[in-house]
């Protein structure tokens, strides 16, 4: 094979590369997927009780809604990719899938750059600590500790803005903000007490106490404004009737109790999210 | 914590573990075996007198080798989608893989076609092979098993490194590992476990590996 036939192969493939995706864009994301009888939803299953692996299947509070949400689109299947959490709004950035449904927090730098549906749960940060460790009773007892959290999480922004507001009240702030790949490595680095916090959602820490009975409490007091959880969408004229769709599901399932069942089932407790319009983030 | 608790807890795991680690399996068995043809043929391009050819695998070898296996996978799978071509996780795995150890084994190979004499190849041509065949019927069985415990640990090597396709939505060994840790909350015994998996694939594949030497050994 001489070198002019391997140039002129590869050029010839990336030309076939650039020129397939032109057909099919005169409709949008919402009409392709019905067309398709598929959808690709992107979740990062290791966050229980919204979303986890049991016996090889994705379970949790968001897969309930999701398909309750889904009853909209019959016949369509559902191709459902489980990857860390640092990849979902990338991916769906990148048009590797059509949502993301997983509990991500909405902030302000998140609302500019993607189109979220309407809230599925409350995302305010509270405080994790072990059992026995009786130093911290209030938030502002985290000066000179050392607490954790996720990358690229919301209450890791949540704890880097309590640590500033500690240190403008004059205390000497947080002594170090440990962040970590995933919250399990956190909660274990907790337990073998190399932190002394975790800075975590509140409605993820009732089922880990449940699930750890001795090993951690939680402060009754949260830090950081009120946030909340939702799917993420892409934010132009393609993907907006495919988001529009899951906000109108996600409304009914509020108005009708479906919410607030699934809420008792996965979290042992209800909270209130709003089901007109997505509060704007202060966060 | 009570041992029949833990035991009882570890069985629940394995059937999970048990479809990860199939998944780790194949993946790295497509990539050695694409990467040994891949490491052949970039090989044979270094040695040839076409110094842009020559150029060319020696720039491929030391971009693979000098970028981390994580940025590598992430390029196989979101640069063919900006281009309008979707692959699956899984795909863009085996490619990125097999791209991957094919650099090692070019290298690990190259070494292998040195030592064999060069009056052979010479030999070949006087008795009328092709350059083709002499390659696949007189290198490269020998090439194998001169560097055969070279290949295995390279083997090993890309066994691990698939612990990082779950960025691109694999889910391996480690990544049902960090899904049962997060359901368990009990990340200790998961990934210990998963650490077991990992190295009863990787003792197999070394056991296989000395077995296949010593029947060479015994055949020569």
Redo the contacts between chains.
């Keep these: 094979m001489s070198?002019r036939t391997i140039v002129l192969s590869l050029a010839g493939t990336?030309m076939l590369?650039?020129?397939?995706?032109s057909h099919s864009q005169d409709k949008d994301l919402l009409e392709r997927i019905k067309e398709k009888k598929e959808i690709v939803i992107?979740t990062e299953?290791?966050?229980?009780p919204f979303e986890?692996?049991?016996?090889?299947k994705i379970v949790g509070y968001d897969e309930d809604l999701m398909n309750y949400v889904l009853k909209a689109l019959p016949g369509v299947k559902v191709t459902q990719?489980?990857?860390?959490f640092?990849?979902l709004l990338?991916?769906l950035d990148?048009?590797?899938f059509d949502l993301v449904v997983s509990a991500a927090t909405v902030t302000k730098d998140r609302v500019n750059r993607f189109a979220f549906a309407l809230p599925v749960a409350d995302a305010t940060t509270g405080v994790l600590l072990r059992a026995n460790d009786h130093s911290i009773k209030s938030p502002s007892d985290l000066n000179g500790k050392v607490v954790g959290s996720q990358v690229g999480a919301a209450t890791l922004l949540a704890l880097i803005a309590y640590d500033k507001k500690l240190k403008e009240e004059g205390g000497p702030g947080v002594k170090e903000i440990k962040q970590y790949v995933?919250f399990?490595?956190a909660?274990?680095d907790l337990a073998a007490g190399r932190l002394d916090a975790v800075a975590q959602s509140v409605p993820n820490l009732g089922p880990?106490l449940k699930?750890?009975p001795g090993v951690f409490a939680v402060l009754p007091a949260t830090i950081g404004p009120k946030t909340y959880f939702a799917w993420a969408g892409r934010k132009d004229a393609d993907s907006a009737s495919l988001v529009k769709l899951f906000s109108d599901g996600i409304a009914r399932a509020n108005h009708d109790g479906t919410m607030k069942q699934l809420q008792m089932k996965w979290f042992g407790m209800t909270m209130d999210v709003p089901s007109d319009s997505m509060p704007t983030p202060t966060m | 914590m009570s041992a029949p608790d833990l035991l009882a807890r570890c069985l629940g795991y394995a059937p999970q573990l048990l479809d990860g680690a199939v998944t780790t399996l194949y993946l790295s068995l497509i990539a050695v075996v694409c990467g040994f043809f891949a490491g052949v043929f970039i090989h044979v391009l270094s040695a040839s007198h076409n110094r842009l050819l020559a150029g060319f695998a020696r720039t491929y070898v030391s971009v693979i080798r000098g970028t981390p296996m994580l940025a590598q996978l992430l390029v196989f799978y979101y640069v063919p989608t900006a281009l309008g071509l979707p692959l699956p996780g899984v795909m863009s795995a085996a490619i990125g893989l097999s791209l991957n150890t094919a650099a090692y084994q070019s290298q690990i190979l190259g070494a292998g076609f040195r030592s064999i004499p060069r009056g052979q190849i010479e030999a070949a041509q006087t008795f009328n092979l092709t350059r083709r065949q002499a390659l696949w019927h007189i290198e490269i069985p020998q090439v194998v098993a001169l560097t055969l415990p070279a290949l295995v640990s390279e083997m090993i090597d890309v066994v691990k490194a698939t612990a990082v396709v779950s960025v691109i939505a694999v889910t391996d060994l480690m990544r049902v590992g960090q899904q049962l840790a997060s359901v368990s909350y009990r990340p200790l015994e998961v990934y210990t476990l998963a650490a077991c998996y990992y190295l009863a694939i990787t003792t197999l594949l070394s056991l296989a590996g000395r077995a296949l030497e010593r029947r060479i050994a015994r055949r020569t």
């Design positions: 070198i990336f590369c650039v020129a397939l995706p992107a299953a290791r966050y229980a986890s692996v049991e016996n090889g990719l489980d990857l860390p640092q990849g990338p991916g990148a048009k590797r995933g399990d490595e909660y274990a880990l699930a750890r």
